[in-house]
């Protein structure tokens, strides 16, 4: 800790020493400019203070830029030159007016930065907040029906379909829990901080394959239809990450696409990037939730229990954590099927550029 404290100082002292040279350097051309007579020296130290505060932390350095700027303008640029001298008529209460002007703005400067940054704490606590009761929510009613099952084998003699029925439901309520689990992890990865993915080139359809079938492996599915090019698409990728982003997006078709029936997966290259689209044709989602559907604060006003499985939950918050640490965005609109489109894109190289031209694979 203390180590990141000095490194932040010299940084701050780094960007003092760097604004008011600039300011100083500006000043002397148009010095040079005007024979020695300066008339915009004092507000482009003006200016120089208010760039300090705010890109330095604290009080301190703007302060610090107040007074050397204030003597800087009166040593350099007022007469008598290259001498400091607050005798001439007028410059006491000059240099003092703008001692205070620049404190006044580095103060000002300093405060305002400090509301945003705690504003941003705010929104990160809120955004945890929210992810920890969507958690719990999401852990809560499969662990119930674990545990009601369970208790059922244990205490009652059933017909064997019943047997069969419950061992089904703890078998399906078990990879709930995985896939859950799974996205805490990531979560968990992502909330500290920048992270460093261990890109790879991957096959864009292998990942795809592979996320189908373990999405399959669920009792509940939906069938998936692929569209990818031609040419095979190479991908800068962590394969793992994205493999699970595909896995939340057609999880979430399952749980919360009302009436869906089909699953589309579109996969198409652009100039610079690879484009995904997870299609559906269910009842879809209105335009007004879809600013809140992809970071957890949707509220479902469908009169669902609050323990209901068609929680929104935190798949698709991680989606969009993982596919923004790939260079990318997730984005969701309406399907031309009629139900909901969750599309991103992945940046590639050009030399990984794929045919534009697609080819419909069948249903999985």
Known sequence: MERINVKKRLLDFLRFALILGAAMAISFVLARVN???????????????????????????????????????????????????????????????????????????????????????????????????????DIRTPLSSILGASSAL??????????????????????????????????????GGEVKLKKEDEVLEEIIGSAILKYHQTPVTLPVKVETPEDILLVPADGVLLEQVLINLFDNVSAHAEGATQIWLYAAATDDRVVVSVEDDGKGISATQFPHILDG????????????????????????????????????????????????????????????????????
């Not at 059933?158 to 029925?165: F, G, K, N, R, V």
């Open 154 to 191: 244990q205490e009652q003699q059933l017909p064997q379909e019943a047997q069969d029925s419950l061992v089904a439901g703890i078998h399906r309520d078990a990879q709930w829990l995985v896939r859950v689990t799974e996205n805490l992890l990531s979560v968990t990865r992502f909330s």
């Open 35 to 137: 024979d020695d007579n300066n008339p915009f020296a004092m507000a482009i130290f003006i200016l120089a203070v208010a760039l300090v505060a705010r890109v330095t932390s604290g009080y301190f350095w703007g302060i610090a830029a107040s007074v050397a700027g204030t003597f800087c303008v009166n040593y350099f640029f007022s007469y008598p030159f290259w001498a400091f001298d607050v005798t001439y008529p007028g410059y006491p209460l000059t240099m003092i007016v703008m001692l205070v002007v620049s404190i006044l703005i580095s103060t000002l400067t300093t405060q305002i930065k400090r509301q945003e940054q705690l504003k941003l704490e705010m929104d990160k606590e809120k955004m945890h907040a929210n992810l920890l009761r969507a958690i719990a929510h």
């Open 297 to 364: 604060t949707l509220q479902q006003t469908n009169g669902l229990r609050s323990d209901d499985r068609r929680s929104m939950g935190i798949g698709l918050s991680v989606c969009r954590s993982i596919i923004r640490a790939h260079g990318g965005e997730l984005n969701v609109t309406k399907s031309h099927h009629g139900g909901a489109a969750f599309s991103f894109y992945l940046p590639i190289k050009e030399e990984n550029k794929g045919d534009k031209s697609a080819q419909q694979n069948p249903d999985y």
